[in-house]
Structure formats: C-alpha cells, structure tokens
C-alpha cells in the first residue's frame, strides 16, 4: 500500500510539470500541419469545381459547335441542290440547241444538193444550145414545210398544227433528209399536248428503225421522261439506262445519270 501510495504521487507530480520546449514544438507542427492540410482540402475542392465548370463549357462548346456544323452542310446541301438544278437546265438548253443544230445542218445539206443538182441542169442545158425547163422544187417546199411545223411546235407552241404539218410532210417527202428529224419532232409535239402514250409510241418508231440515228438518243430521253409524265417511275429509269448503256458518249446519257441520280 506505501508503494501504490508513493507511485500515485510519483505521477501526480509528473502530470504538473510544465511541458517541454520540443513537446510545445511538436504541437505546433502538428496544428501547422492540420492548417495545412486544411488549406489543401479546400484546394483541391475548389479544383474540382473548376474542372466541373470548365467541362461543362466545353461540353456546351462542343454542342455549338456540332449544331453549327450541321447547320453549315445543311447550307452546302442546299446550295449544291440548287446548282443541280441549274446544271441540270443548262444541259437541256445544251440538248435543245444542239438538236436545232442538228436541224439546221440537215437543212443546209439539202439546200447544198439541191443547188448542186439546180447547177448541173444548167451546165447540161447550156452545153446543148436548149434552155433549162423549168420545173417545181420539191424540196424547196419540203424545207418550208419542215421549218414552218418547226417553228409553230418550238416558237409558238401550237403543238397540235405543227404535229399535223410534219405529219403532212413525213408523207410526201418518205426520202427526205429530214424524215427522221420530223417523225422526232411529231413526238415532241405529242409531248407538248400531253398526249404521253401518243409520244412514247412515236418516239419508239424513231429509236426502233433508225437506232443509229443523232436523234435516237434525244428520242429515248424524251420517251423516258413521258414515262415519268405518266407516273411510270420504273419504265422511266430502266429507259434512262438503257439510254446510259446504247449511247454512252451522247449529250442525253449524262442527262440521264443526272435524272438516275435525282431518283434512287
């Protein structure tokens, strides 16, 4: 019991004792340390919220700027549609000037022989002391027919009086330059009436009996587009491509590809 007594007063007298210098050091780099480490707690915590912000910036950045490139195609898709169609009108201009072309040499051509054949008759008729008997031009007259049913079918779109005028001449003149070039244009005229079923089969005589023919190829178009007239979209795209196949190199097979493409 003294022993417990005295050791009781031992460490009583040790708990007055005023701590030491290194002890009150050591409490101090401990709270020093806590301080600090308090300071990095709320460091990193306004880190991370500075990372939440900047992601979402950049999350809303990214929208922006995805929407703005949508929008952006959706302007490229729109102009690129309208020179299409702009591409597209200037190759039918293209096809309708070359087809005048093309009417314009034939004629010239018959006028060229015709003048010819006017030029022998006369060397033949001087050389025989006789004078030349004059006789009708067929084919002056053919000309005029021709072009005046042209001119009321392009120009005047009488289509009806034009068709019954190159009707009239495909008739009389069977041997003709221009037979072909006007059983064409009977079937244009048919198109212009909207008489569909009338130019499909008119146009199929053009591509049937002369296939080799510069206006074939216009015939196969203009019937493919008498299809799609009548709402035949299959009878129309396989013409368009057989157009593609039998006349690859023709001013009509890129017209062709250009309505196949609109299409599928």
């Known amino acids: ?46 880190i991370a919220q500075a990372e939440a912000i900047s992601g979402d910036i950049r999350q809303r950045q990214g929208a922006e700027l995805l929407a703005g490139l949508d929008n952006l195609r959706v302007e490229i898709q729109s102009v690129n549609g309208r020179m299409d169609d702009l591409g597209q009108d200037n190759r039918a201009l293209a096809d309708e000037l070359q087809l005048i072309k093309d009417d314009l ?4 051509t018959s006028l060229t022989n015709r003048v010819d054949e006017l030029e022998q008759q006369v060397a033949r008729g001087g050389t025989t002391g006789q004078q030349p008997v004059p006789e009708s031009q067929p084919e002056l007259t053919a000309e005029q027919t021709y072009q005046e049913a042209l001119d009321l079918i392009r120009n ?18 069977p041997e003709h330059d ?9 079937g244009e005229a048919f198109y212009g009436e909207k008489k569909y079923e ?9 591509i049937s009996k002369y296939p080799s023919h510069p206006k074939a190829s216009a015939a196969m178009l203009k019937q493919a ?15 368009m491509q057989k157009l593609i196949e039998e ?15 609109k299409s599928s």
């Open 1 to 46: 019991m003294r022993f417990l007594l005295i050791l009781s007063s031992l460490l009583l007298l040790v708990g007055c004792l005023p701590p030491s210098q290194d002890q009150l050091r050591m409490d101090m780099d401990l709270e020093e340390m806590k301080r600090r480490l308090a300071q990095l707690e709320v460091q990193k915590a306004e």
């Open 156 to 173: 005047q779109q009488q289509f009806a009086q034009g068709r019954k005028q190159l009707e009239s001449f495909v008739n009389q003149y």
């Open 105 to 108: 040499g034939m004629q010239l």
């Open 225 to 239: 587009l008498a299809f799609n007239a009548l709402g035949d979209g299959e009878n129309a795209r396989t013409t």
């Open 247 to 261: 006349y690859p190199d023709s001013a009509q097979a890129t017209a062709a590809k250009k309505y196949l493409g």
């Open 198 to 206: 009338m130019a499909i089969l008119q146009f199929q005589d053009v």
């Open 178 to 186: 221009l037979y072909v070039n006007a059983l064409y244009w009977i």
